[in-house]
C-alpha cells in the first residue's frame, strides 16, 4: 500500500456538535466504507492523538491549512486532499458549507468506485480496494447553482402514489448525485395545493387511483381484478398514495397528504435538498377582488402548512404562454392594466399573448407582496409550460424582468421532447447575468407513454451546453418516474459539475459503475445502441399518457418504418396544415394545446385567405416532402428533418401572429409525426438489434453467475427485463394498431358474418385471435413485475392494468364474438409436490380441453381426458414426472370445433422448485430519532410462505436481531418495529422469506454479504 492510504477501519471526525448535514455525511461515509471492505470505519468526534483519520469537522479540518477555493468559493464546492500528520495519513474533505462537505464525502466514494444514481448505488466488485493515491487532490464547484428535477404530480406512475419513504430514498438519491432541487407542482384538483376561503374549499381534490380511471384509464379496477397475476403484487386493493390507500373521507386524504409532504421536505433539508413547490395562478382577472382574495388565502395557507419549503413556485397554466388569454372588456380595471403594461409585452405579437403575460406577472406581484410580508426568505419562482418549440413562456420573462425584482428566479418545461431541438430557450441567453434562469429540458414527455424507455442523453448533451452557453444558473430535468430515466438524470447531475462530460464518456462511466470495470466498453456500446434508438428503442409509438386510450396514440397510427408508405402518411397533414392556416375564424380561439382538444374543427372559419402566414411556406414544404418519393431510407430521414427544421423556423411567426386550436393541431401534430418518422421509426432493424442485445446481456448473465458475481445481477436483470417488456408489448400493439391485422381481421369477419358465412368469419377471427395472444402482452407484463423496484415502476404496473390491458381485453372480446366457441380467460398454474392446480374464468358456452407440454417447445399434450364441462373453472393435473410445464386451454363448441388456445401459464412439479420470491420498493437509508421502523415486502410462491423475518443488527455488532413480519394483504407482509427496539447508529438489514419445505430467500439477494443499511437516529 505504499503511495496509498488504506481507508479500511480509518475513524471519522465529524465534530463534538455537527450540523444535520455533516452528521449524515459522516454516517453515510461510515456505512459505505464498510459495506466496501467488510470492516468499520467509527464516527468521532474529536481527531485521534495518532493514526490516520478522515476529517469532516471543519474546525478540525481548519488544522490543516485547506486553502485552495479562491478567495471567493462556491459555498456548494468542495476540497478533497490526502495529507500527513507526521507518520500518519489524514484525508481531509473541506467545503465553505456543510452541504459541501456532503458532496466531498460522495466524491471520495465515487473515487473508490462506487456509482451513485436515481436507480440506487452501484459498487465495485467486493470486497473492494478502498486505499486512495497518498498525493490525492481533489477540487470541484458546480457549474450550475441549482441542480436536480422536476417530478411531475399527476400520473399513477410518478410521484403521485408516493409515501414518506418513497420521498426519503429519492432525496438521498438526489444528494448523492450531488443535486440540490426539487421543483414540485399540483393541478388546483390535487390534493397538495388544496386551498379554502373562510372554509369554504375552492382548490383540492383526491390522489388519482385505479378507482378514478386517471388520464386515459379505460377501466376502474381494484387490485385483486388485474391481468395475468399482478394483483399478487400488491399490498392494498386500491393502488394510490398512502395517504388514500384507505378510502378515507377527502378532507382526511387531503390532510394526510399535506403532512407528509411537509415531513418529506424537513426531511430533503438535512441533505440539502431545497424545495421549490407550488401551482397554478388562476385563469382569471388579478383586478377581480374574489380572485384576489381567493389567491392570497390560498398561498397563505400553503407556505404555512409547508414550512421547510425553500421556494414558493407560482405556474401559469399550460399553453397560456403561446397561446395567451382573452383580453378584458373595454372600461373595465383589467383593461386599463393592459394599456398601461401592454408596451412591455408588446414584442409578444397578438393581444391574447400579451394580455396573459400582464395578467399572469400581476399575480406574480402579488405572491411576491405576500412572501416578502409573511415568508422572508422564501423566493419565487415563475414556471410556465414553454420551450421555443412548444408554448414558448421563456417569451414572457424579458419582460418579467423589468417589472420583477432580481430575486425572482424563472424557469419552464421546456420543449415536451428533449430531441425536439438542440438548444434551451432563446430567452434565457437575452436575460442580464444577474437574472436567474433555471434550464429543464422535458426526459419524459406525456405525448407518450410513461411504459418504457424515452432515451434522450445525446440530447441532453446539446441542451446542457446550450443552457451553459446562455448563461443559466440552474439546469434539471422533467419527468414522472425515476429509475426509468436515470440515465438521463445521472447525466444532467455529472454534467452540471463537470461540463466537458460527453454522452459516450457518461455511457462508459455508467457501465463501468453497473456492470464492472472489465465490461465498461461492451455495455456502453450496449447503452449508446439503445439510447441512439430513439423513444421506446423499438421503433413504435406508445399511447399518449395524458390522453385517451389509443394503440400507438394515433388514428391513424405512426408509421413503424421511415418509407414511402411514411411520406404517405404525412401529405395529408400538410394539407390539413395548409387548409388550417388558411382559414380566417370568426372570433379567436381561447384553448390550442393540440393534446388537450379532441381533434381539428373547422366550423368557426367564416372564410379562406391562402396569403394568411404561413399558408405559402407550408405548401413549399409539402413539394420537398413530395420530392422524397422513392428515395433511401437514409434520405429519407434527412428530408424529414430538414424539412421539419424549417417548419420550426415558421412557427414562432405563427404563434407571435396567433393560430387557432385547428393550426395548433395541425401543425404540432405534423411536427411530432414527422419527428417520430425520422428518428424513432424502423421497427425492423430496431427488433433485431434489440434481440442481439439481449442474447449478449444473457450471455454476461451467465458469465457474472460462473463467477458468482452477484451483486452485478440486479441491474443487469432490470434492463433486460425493461428490454422484454418493450419488445413483446410492442410486438402486441403492431397488430392492435388501427387498421393494421387485428383491425383488417375483425373488418373480414364482420363482412363474412353479415354474408351469412359464420364458419369463414369464425377461422379469420380465431386466426386473429390466436396470433395476438402469441404476440407476447402477457409475456411483457410478466417481464415488467420482474423489475418492481420503485413505486414509480408498481404505479405503471398499475397504470397497465387500467389503461392499455383493459382495451386488449376488449379487443380480444370482439374477435371471441365471431367464434363459436373461445377459450377462458387468465389462467393460473399453481405448482406442487405432485400435482398442478390450475383454475381460469369460465369460457361462455364451451366445454374445455386442458392441455400441457414441456417447455420450451414441447408437443402439446391432453392433460384432461375428456372435454371438461363449460361450466368448469378448476381443474387438478398430476404430470406423473417432476419438472417444469406449459399449460394451455382450448375451447369446444357444440360441434366439436376448437378454438385458438388462451394465454398459458407455467408451474413447477415436484421436490426442487424455486425458493420465495421477495418483492418491493427499494428501502429508505434514514429514519429520525424516536421513529418507529416499518417495512412491507411481497412474499410470492407456490409453495405455502411459512415465514418471512426482518433481520438486522447495528454496526460493529456479530449476532442478527430477528423480527417477525405478519402477512398483511394477499401476498405482502409488514413489520413495524417500535421506535424504542431501533438501536441509535448504522443498521444493516435483510428479509428473509422461508417456505414450506425450508427454501430461503432473501431481500436483497446480495444478503447478508451486501444487505440494505439504515441510518437511525
Same mark, same amino acid.
Given at each position: 500500500?505504499?503511495?496509498?492510504?488504506?481507508?479500511?477501519?480509518?475513524?471519522?471526525?465529524? +465534530?463534538?456538535?455537527?450540523?444535520?448535514?455533516?452528521?449524515?455525511?459522516?454516517?453515510?461515509?461510515?456505512?459505505?466504507?464498510?459495506?466496501?471492505?467488510?470492516?468499520?470505519?467509527?464516527?468521532?468526534?474529536?481527531?485521534?492523538?495518532?493514526?490516520?483519520?478522515?476529517?469532516?469537522?471543519?474546525?478540525?479540518?481548519?488544522?490543516?491549512?485547506?486553502?485552495?477555493?479562491?478567495?471567493?468559493?462556491?459555498?456548494?464546492?468542495?476540497?478533497?486532499?490526502?495529507?500527513?500528520? +507526521?507518520?500518519?495519513?489524514?484525508?481531509?474533505?473541506?467545503?465553505?458549507?456543510?452541504? &459541501?462537505?456532503?458532496?466531498?464525502?460522495?466524491?471520495?466514494?465515487?473515487?473508490?468506485?462506487?456509482?451513485?444514481?436515481?436507480?440506487?448505488?452501484?459498487?465495485?466488485?467486493?470486497?473492494?480496494?478502498?486505499?486512495?493515491?497518498?498525493?490525492?487532490?481533489?477540487?470541484?464547484?458546480?457549474?450550475?447553482?441549482?441542480?436536480?428535477?422536476?417530478?411531475?404530480?399527476?400520473?399513477?406512475?410518478?410521484?403521485?402514489?408516493?409515501?414518506?419513504?418513497?420521498?426519503?430514498?429519492?432525496?438521498?438519491?438526489?444528494?448523492?448525485?450531488?443535486?440540490?432541487?426539487?421543483?414540485?407542482?399540483?393541478?388546483?384538483?390535487?390534493?397538495?395545493?388544496?386551498?379554502?376561503?373562510?372554509?369554504?374549499?375552492?382548490?383540492?381534490?383526491?390522489?388519482?387511483?385505479?378507482?378514478?380511471?386517471?388520464?386515459?384509464?379505460?377501466?376502474?379496477?381494484?387490485?385483486?381484478?388485474?391481468?395475468?397475476?399482478?394483483?399478487?403484487?400488491?399490498?392494498?386493493?386500491?393502488?394510490?398514495?398512502?395517504?388514500?390507500?384507505?378510502?378515507?373521507?377527502?378532507?382526511?386524504?387531503?390532510?394526510?397528504?399535506?403532512?407528509?409532504?411537509?415531513?418529506?421536505?424537513?426531511?430533503?433539508?438535512?441533505?440539502?435538498?431545497?424545495?421549490?413547490?407550488?401551482?397554478?395562478?388562476?385563469?382569471?382577472?388579478?383586478?377581480?377582488?374574489?380572485?384576489?382574495?381567493?389567491?392570497?388565502?390560498?398561498?397563505?395557507?400553503?407556505?404555512?402548512?409547508?414550512?421547510?419549503?425553500?421556494?414558493?413556485?407560482?405556474?401559469?397554466?399550460?399553453?397560456?404562454?403561446?397561446?395567451?388569454?382573452?383580453?378584458?372588456?373595454?372600461?373595465?380595471?383589467?383593461?386599463?392594466?393592459?394599456?398601461?403594461?401592454?408596451?412591455?409585452?408588446?414584442?409578444?405579437?397578438?393581444?391574447?399573448?400579451?394580455?396573459?403575460?400582464?395578467?399572469?406577472?400581476?399575480?406574480?406581484?402579488?405572491?411576491?407582496?405576500?412572501?416578502?410580508?409573511?415568508?422572508?426568505?422564501?423566493?419565487?419562482?415563475?414556471? &410556465?409550460? +414553454?420551450?421555443?418549440?412548444?408554448?414558448?413562456?421563456?417569451?414572457?420573462?424579458?419582460?418579467?424582468?423589468?417589472?420583477?425584482?432580481?430575486?425572482?428566479?424563472?424557469?419552464?418545461?421546456?420543449?415536451?421532447?428533449?430531441?425536439?431541438?438542440?438548444?434551451?430557450?432563446?430567452?434565457?441567453?437575452?436575460?442580464?447575468?444577474?437574472?436567474?434562469?433555471?434550464?429543464?429540458?422535458?426526459?419524459?414527455?406525456?405525448?407518450?407513454?410513461?411504459?418504457?424507455?424515452?432515451?434522450?442523453?445525446?440530447?441532453?448533451?446539446?441542451?446542457?451546453?446550450?443552457?451553459?452557453?446562455?448563461?443559466?444558473?440552474?439546469?434539471?430535468?422533467?419527468?414522472?418516474?425515476?429509475?426509468?430515466?436515470?440515465?438521463?438524470?445521472?447525466?444532467?447531475?455529472?454534467?452540471?459539475?463537470?461540463?466537458?462530460?460527453?454522452?459516450?464518456?457518461?455511457?462508459?462511466?455508467?457501465?463501468?459503475?453497473?456492470?464492472?470495470?472489465?465490461?465498461?466498453?461492451?455495455?456502453?456500446?450496449?447503452?449508446?445502441?439503445?439510447?441512439?434508438?430513439?423513444?421506446?428503442?423499438?421503433?413504435?409509438?406508445?399511447?399518449?399518457?395524458?390522453?385517451?386510450?389509443?394503440?400507438? &396514440?394515433?388514428?391513424?397510427?405512426?408509421?413503424?418504418?421511415?418509407?414511402?408508405?411514411?411520406?404517405?402518411?404525412?401529405?395529408?397533414?400538410?394539407?390539413?396544415?395548409?387548409?388550417?392556416?388558411?382559414?380566417?375564424?370568426?372570433?379567436?380561439?381561447?384553448?390550442?394545446?393540440?393534446?388537450?382538444?379532441?381533434?381539428?374543427?373547422?366550423?368557426?372559419?367564416?372564410?379562406?385567405?391562402?396569403?394568411?402566414?404561413?399558408?405559402?411556406?407550408?405548401?413549399?414544404?409539402?413539394?420537398?416532402?413530395?420530392?422524397?418519393?422513392?428515395?433511401?431510407?437514409?434520405?429519407?430521414?434527412?428530408?424529414?428533418?430538414?424539412?421539419?427544421?424549417?417548419?420550426?423556423?415558421?412557427?414562432?411567426?405563427?404563434?407571435?401572429?396567433?393560430?387557432?386550436?385547428?393550426?395548433?393541431?395541425?401543425?404540432?401534430?405534423?411536427?411530432?409525426?414527422?419527428?417520430?418518422?425520422?428518428?424513432?421509426?424502423?421497427?425492423?432493424?430496431?427488433?433485431?438489434?434489440?434481440?442481439?442485445?439481449?442474447?449478449?446481456?444473457?450471455?454476461?448473465?451467465?458469465?457474472?453467475?460462473?463467477?458468482?458475481?452477484?451483486?452485478?445481477?440486479?441491474?443487469?436483470?432490470?434492463?433486460?427485463?425493461?428490454?422484454?417488456?418493450?419488445?413483446?408489448?410492442?410486438?402486441?400493439?403492431?397488430?392492435?394498431?388501427?387498421?393494421?391485422?387485428?383491425?383488417?381481421?375483425?373488418?373480414?369477419?364482420?363482412?363474412?358474418?353479415?354474408?351469412?358465412?359464420?364458419?369463414?368469419?369464425?377461422?379469420?377471427?380465431?386466426?386473429?385471435?390466436?396470433?395476438?395472444?402469441?404476440?407476447?402482452?402477457?409475456?411483457?407484463?410478466?417481464?415488467?413485475?420482474?423489475?418492481?423496484?420503485?413505486?414509480?415502476?408498481?404505479?405503471?404496473?398499475?397504470?397497465?392494468?387500467?389503461?392499455?390491458?383493459?382495451?386488449?381485453?376488449?379487443?380480444?372480446?370482439?374477435?371471441?364474438?365471431?367464434?363459436?366457441?373461445?377459450?377462458?380467460?387468465?389462467?393460473?398454474?399453481?405448482?406442487?409436490?405432485?400435482?398442478?392446480?390450475?383454475?381460469?374464468?369460465?369460457?361462455?358456452?364451451?366445454?374445455?380441453?386442458?392441455?400441457?407440454?414441456?417447455?420450451?417447445?414441447?408437443?402439446?399434450?391432453?392433460?384432461?381426458?375428456?372435454?371438461?364441462?363449460?361450466?368448469?373453472?378448476?381443474?387438478?393435473?398430476?404430470?406423473?414426472?417432476?419438472?417444469?410445464?406449459?399449460?394451455?386451454?382450448?375451447?369446444?363448441?357444440?360441434?366439436?370445433?376448437?378454438?385458438?388456445?388462451?394465454?398459458?401459464?407455467?408451474?413447477?412439479? &415436484?421436490?426442487?422448485?424455486?425458493?420465495?420470491?421477495?418483492?418491493?420498493?427499494?428501502?429508505?437509508?434514514?429514519?429520525?430519532?424516536?421513529?418507529?421502523?416499518?417495512?412491507?415486502?411481497?412474499?410470492?410462491?407456490?409453495?405455502?410462505?411459512?415465514?418471512?423475518?426482518?433481520?438486522?443488527?447495528?454496526?460493529?455488532?456479530?449476532?442478527?436481531?430477528?423480527?417477525?413480519?405478519?402477512?398483511?394483504?394477499?401476498?405482502?407482509?409488514?413489520?413495524?418495529?417500535?421506535?424504542?427496539?431501533?438501536?441509535?447508529?448504522?443498521?444493516?438489514?435483510?428479509?428473509?422469506?422461508?417456505?414450506?419445505?425450508?427454501?430461503?430467500?432473501?431481500?436483497?439477494?446480495?444478503?447478508?454479504?451486501?444487505?440494505?443499511?439504515?441510518?437511525?437516529?
Amino acid at each position: 500500500m505504499k503511495h496509498r492510504m488504506d481507508l479500511r477501519g480509518v475513524p471519522i471526525v465529524a +465534530g463534538c456538535r455537527p450540523s444535520a448535514t455533516i452528521k449524515t455525511a459522516a454516517m453515510e461515509l461510515a456505512r459505505f466504507l464498510h459495506l466496501l471492505s467488510g470492516i468499520p470505519s467509527p464516527v468521532v468526534p474529536d481527531l485521534p492523538s495518532r493514526g490516520p483519520a478522515i476529517v469532516l469537522d471543519p474546525k478540525t479540518a481548519n488544522r490543516f491549512s485547506p486553502a485552495g477555493h479562491g478567495s471567493k468559493p462556491h459555498e456548494q464546492s468542495y476540497r478533497v486532499r490526502a495529507l500527513r500528520r +507526521g507518520r500518519d495519513p489524514v484525508l481531509v474533505i473541506c467545503s465553505p458549507s456543510p452541504v &459541501g462537505i456532503l458532496y466531498g464525502v460522495y466524491a471520495v466514494l465515487e473515487e473508490l468506485g462506487m456509482g451513485f444514481y436515481a436507480g440506487g448505488e452501484t459498487y465495485p466488485d467486493l470486497p473492494a480496494d478502498i486505499s486512495i493515491p497518498a498525493t490525492l487532490d481533489i477540487s470541484a464547484s458546480p457549474a450550475f447553482r441549482v441542480r436536480g428535477n422536476m417530478l411531475h404530480y399527476n400520473f399513477l406512475c410518478g410521484c403521485t402514489t408516493w409515501g414518506l419513504d418513497d420521498y426519503r430514498f429519492y432525496f438521498d438519491q438526489l444528494a448523492r448525485m450531488r443535486c440540490n432541487m426539487l421543483l414540485m407542482h399540483w393541478y388546483d384538483n390535487e390534493p397538495g395545493a388544496a386551498g379554502h376561503l373562510h372554509g369554504e374549499y375552492f382548490a383540492g381534490g383526491r390522489t388519482p387511483s385505479t378507482l378514478t380511471k386517471p388520464w386515459g384509464a379505460t377501466a376502474a379496477l381494484r387490485t385483486s381484478q388485474f391481468s395475468f397475476g399482478t394483483s399478487k403484487f400488491f399490498d392494498e386493493e386500491v393502488f394510490t398514495s398512502p395517504a388514500g390507500e384507505d378510502l378515507p373521507d377527502l378532507l382526511t386524504e387531503i390532510k394526510r397528504s399535506e403532512a407528509m409532504f411537509d415531513n418529506a421536505c424537513a426531511f430533503a433539508r438535512d441533505v440539502g435538498i431545497h424545495i421549490a413547490a407550488g401551482f397554478e395562478a388562476p385563469r382569471a382577472d388579478p383586478t377581480d377582488r374574489t380572485v384576489r382574495e381567493k389567491f392570497e388565502a390560498r398561498l397563505r395557507q400553503f407556505i404555512e402548512k409547508y414550512p421547510h419549503i425553500t421556494h414558493f413556485a407560482l405556474w401559469q397554466h399550460e399553453s397560456g404562454g403561446c397561446v395567451g388569454s382573452p383580453p378584458p372588456p373595454a372600461g373595465s380595471d383589467a383593461a386599463r392594466l393592459m394599456r398601461q403594461r401592454a408596451g412591455l409585452f408588446s414584442y409578444l405579437g397578438n393581444d391574447q399573448r400579451v394580455w396573459e403575460a400582464i395578467r399572469f406577472g400581476r399575480f406574480a406581484e402579488i405572491a411576491l407582496q405576500i412572501l416578502e410580508k409573511e415568508a422572508a426568505g422564501l423566493r419565487l419562482v415563475l414556471v &410556465g409550460w +414553454g420551450g421555443d418549440r412548444w408554448m414558448r413562456f421563456a417569451d414572457m420573462c424579458l419582460g418579467y424582468d423589468r417589472i420583477l425584482p432580481q430575486q425572482v428566479a424563472f424557469t419552464c418545461h421546456d420543449n415536451i421532447d428533449a430531441s425536439m431541438g438542440p438548444t434551451v430557450s432563446e430567452a434565457w441567453g437575452k436575460l442580464p447575468a444577474g437574472r436567474e434562469r433555471w434550464a429543464m429540458p422535458w426526459v419524459e414527455g406525456d405525448i407518450d407513454d410513461c411504459h418504457v424507455r424515452q432515451p434522450h442523453v445525446e440530447s441532453l448533451g446539446l441542451l446542457a451546453s446550450d443552457a451553459l452557453a446562455k448563461g443559466c444558473q440552474g439546469l434539471l430535468t422533467l419527468q414522472w418516474r425515476t429509475r426509468d430515466v436515470e440515465e438521463e438524470t445521472g447525466y444532467i447531475a455529472r454534467f452540471a459539475w463537470d461540463t466537458s462530460l460527453t454522452p459516450d464518456r457518461f455511457y462508459r462511466l455508467l457501465a463501468r459503475h453497473a456492470f464492472g470495470r472489465d465490461q465498461e466498453k461492451r455495455m456502453a456500446r450496449h447503452i449508446a445502441t439503445l439510447q441512439r434508438l430513439g423513444a421506446r428503442w423499438t421503433g413504435v409509438r406508445g399511447t399518449c399518457e395524458c390522453g385517451a386510450m389509443k394503440w400507438t &396514440g394515433w388514428t391513424p397510427h405512426f408509421p413503424f418504418e421511415a418509407d414511402d408508405a411514411a411520406l404517405d402518411y404525412l401529405i395529408p397533414k400538410f394539407a390539413e396544415l395548409e387548409d388550417a392556416l388558411a382559414e380566417v375564424p370568426r372570433a379567436a380561439d381561447s384553448e390550442a394545446a393540440f393534446h388537450l382538444i379532441s381533434g381539428a374543427s373547422a366550423g368557426a372559419a367564416s372564410q379562406r385567405d391562402e396569403s394568411r402566414p404561413g399558408v405559402a411556406q407550408v405548401k413549399k414544404l409539402k413539394e420537398r416532402l413530395l420530392e422524397l418519393r422513392g428515395r433511401g431510407e437514409a434520405e429519407i430521414r434527412a428530408g424529414l428533418r430538414a424539412i421539419e427544421e424549417e417548419l420550426y423556423s415558421i412557427r414562432p411567426g405563427l404563434v407571435s401572429f396567433g393560430m387557432t386550436s385547428r393550426s395548433y393541431h395541425a401543425i404540432d401534430g405534423l411536427l411530432i409525426a414527422m419527428h417520430h418518422v425520422w428518428r424513432n421509426a424502423g421497427a425492423r432493424k430496431h427488433f433485431r438489434i434489440l434481440r442481439r442485445i439481449r442474447r449478449d446481456l444473457e450471455d454476461l448473465r451467465s458469465a457474472y453467475l460462473r463467477q458468482k458475481r452477484h451483486e452485478r445481477l440486479e441491474r443487469l436483470d432490470y434492463l433486460a427485463n425493461t428490454m422484454d417488456f418493450a419488445a413483446n408489448y410492442d410486438r402486441a400493439v403492431m397488430l392492435l394498431a388501427d387498421n393494421e391485422s387485428v383491425d383488417r381481421a375483425l373488418a373480414r369477419a364482420g363482412e363474412l358474418s353479415a354474408a351469412g358465412d359464420a364458419e369463414r368469419a369464425s377461422e379469420v377471427a380465431a386466426a386473429a385471435y390466436s396470433e395476438l395472444v402469441s404476440a407476447g402482452m402477457k409475456e411483457a407484463i410478466e417481464a415488467f413485475t420482474r423489475k418492481l423496484t420503485t413505486r414509480c415502476d408498481f404505479g405503471t404496473l398499475a397504470t397497465l392494468n387500467v389503461k392499455p390491458l383493459p382495451l386488449y381485453w376488449d379487443t380480444l372480446g370482439k374477435l371471441e364474438q365471431y367464434m363459436t366457441a373461445a377459450p377462458p380467460r387468465d389462467l393460473t398454474a399453481v405448482g406442487k409436490v405432485e400435482e398442478v392446480r390450475l383454475s381460469w374464468e369460465p369460457a361462455p358456452r364451451a366445454a374445455a380441453l386442458v392441455l400441457r407440454r414441456r417447455p420450451p417447445g414441447g408437443k402439446w399434450l391432453l392433460a384432461s381426458r375428456k372435454p371438461l364441462d363449460g361450466n368448469c373453472t378448476m381443474f387438478l393435473d398430476r404430470p406423473g414426472r417432476p419438472g417444469e410445464y406449459e399449460y394451455g386451454i382450448c375451447a369446444l363448441d357444440a360441434n366439436g370445433w376448437e378454438s385458438p388456445m388462451s394465454h398459458t401459464a407455467r408451474a413447477i412439479v &415436484g421436490r426442487k422448485h424455486p425458493p420465495p420470491r421477495l418483492v418491493a420498493c427499494k428501502p429508505a437509508g434514514r429514519l429520525r430519532p424516536n421513529e418507529d421502523w416499518f417495512l412491507r415486502v411481497v412474499a410470492v410462491s407456490d409453495r405455502q410462505i411459512r415465514s418471512v423475518t426482518l433481520r438486522y443488527r447495528l454496526f460493529f455488532t456479530r449476532e442478527w436481531v430477528a423480527w417477525p413480519l405478519i402477512r398483511r394483504f394477499r401476498e405482502s407482509w409488514t413489520a413495524c418495529v417500535p421506535a424504542d427496539r431501533v438501536p441509535k447508529g448504522i443498521l444493516e438489514f435483510f428479509i428473509e422469506a422461508c417456505d414450506e419445505r425450508g427454501l430461503v430467500s432473501r431481500w436483497p439477494a446480495t444478503a447478508p454479504r451486501l444487505p440494505w443499511t439504515l441510518i437511525c437516529g
